[in-house]
């Protein structure tokens, strides 16, 4: 009975890793993401939740706030950037390391 559950257990993980289409981070990231955070939500374009990862480091400086002028020009610079990368995604993703969703 073990080996059946284990069995089920690791076709479902998998199917649910194949399912993602991969994870969002930044696309100049060329090493290994050094705060991965797995959640299952629903983000834009998805048919259904599943289970996404976010490297949470590259959208920091999205989630702190600014304390001079030029912190804020900065991130609206950064936030205007990653819009272009990830779309409607963008909010969603915050919202999501923000715990509002």
């Known amino acids: ?50 289970l996404i990862c976010i490297c949470a480091s590259d959208f920091a400086a999205l989630l702190q706030q600014p304390q001079t002028e030029g912190e804020k020009v900065s991130q609206n610079m950064t936030r205007r950037q990653m819009e272009v990368s990830y779309g409607d995604k963008l909010q969603a993703v915050l919202d999501i390391l923000q715990r509002k969703n």
């Not at 199917?15 to 939500?41: E, F, I």
């Open 1 to 50: 009975m073990y080996k059946l559950s284990a069995l089920f257990l690791l076709f479902t993980v998998a199917s649910a890793a194949a399912d993602n289409p991969g994870c969002v981070q930044s696309p100049k990231r060329t090493k290994a993401c050094p705060n991965m955070l797995y959640r299952t939500a629903q983000l834009p374009g998805m048919a259904a939740p599943g």
